[in-house]
């Protein structure tokens, strides 16, 4: 078996350590993506649409991005109609006293789409990419 001296071993284990840690990272933010791509379009396919309204709330849906790396955090939020989306996902009480059912799909979307990207995102940082 080769030896190898001790000044030589501490490179090349903070260069390894350094790759797997790339390839970690890159790996995560590309399984974040998908999700929320997967996410929005769920929301897209079944939020509720109206048969008076060529503007459904669903296409009023985006993704928008902030930050770099660790710090990348992605929303999918209503750019034109978030002052009602609660009501939709949630339900309310008319002030005619008439309860309106709750039509979630934004939970629903979450709930489907997030435990397999956790799962995917553990198998990531175990193999390391």
Same mark, same amino acid.
């Given at each position: 078996? &080769?030896?190898?001296e001790l000044e030589?071993?501490?490179p090349e284990i903070?260069?390894?350590?350094?790759?797997?840690?790339?390839?970690?990272?890159?790996? #995560?933010?590309? %399984?974040? &993506?998908?999700?929320?791509?997967?996410?929005?379009?769920? #929301?897209?396919? @079944?939020?509720?649409?109206?048969?008076?309204?060529?503007?459904?709330?669903?296409?009023? /849906? #985006?993704? !928008?991005?902030?930050? !770099?790396?660790? @710090?990348? +955090?992605?929303?999918?939020?209503?750019? +034109?109609?978030?002052?009602?989306?609660?009501?939709? &996902?949630?339900? /309310?009480?008319?002030?005619?006293?008439?309860?309106?059912?709750?039509?979630? /799909?934004? %939970?629903?979307?979450?709930? &489907? /789409?997030?435990?397999?990207?956790? !799962?995917?995102?553990?198998?990531?940082? @175990?193999?390391?990419?």
């Amino acid at each position: 078996m &080769e030896s190898i001296e001790l000044e030589a071993l501490t490179p090349e284990i903070k260069e390894a350590v350094e790759s797997y840690s790339k390839d970690v990272e890159e790996a #995560i933010l590309k %399984r974040l &993506e998908k999700t929320a791509d997967q996410i929005l379009d769920y #929301i897209k396919s @079944n939020a509720p649409r109206t048969s008076w309204s060529h503007e459904h709330l669903g296409d009023s /849906f #985006i993704k !928008e991005s902030y930050g !770099e790396g660790i @710090n990348k +955090t992605i929303v999918i939020y209503s750019k +034109t109609k978030g002052s009602i989306v609660h009501l939709v &996902e949630l339900g /309310f009480k008319h002030r005619s006293g008439k309860l309106v059912a709750a039509r979630p /799909f934004m %939970r629903p979307a979450y709930d &489907e /789409f997030t435990p397999k990207m956790l !799962e995917d995102i553990e198998k990531i940082i @175990n193999r390391g990419g």
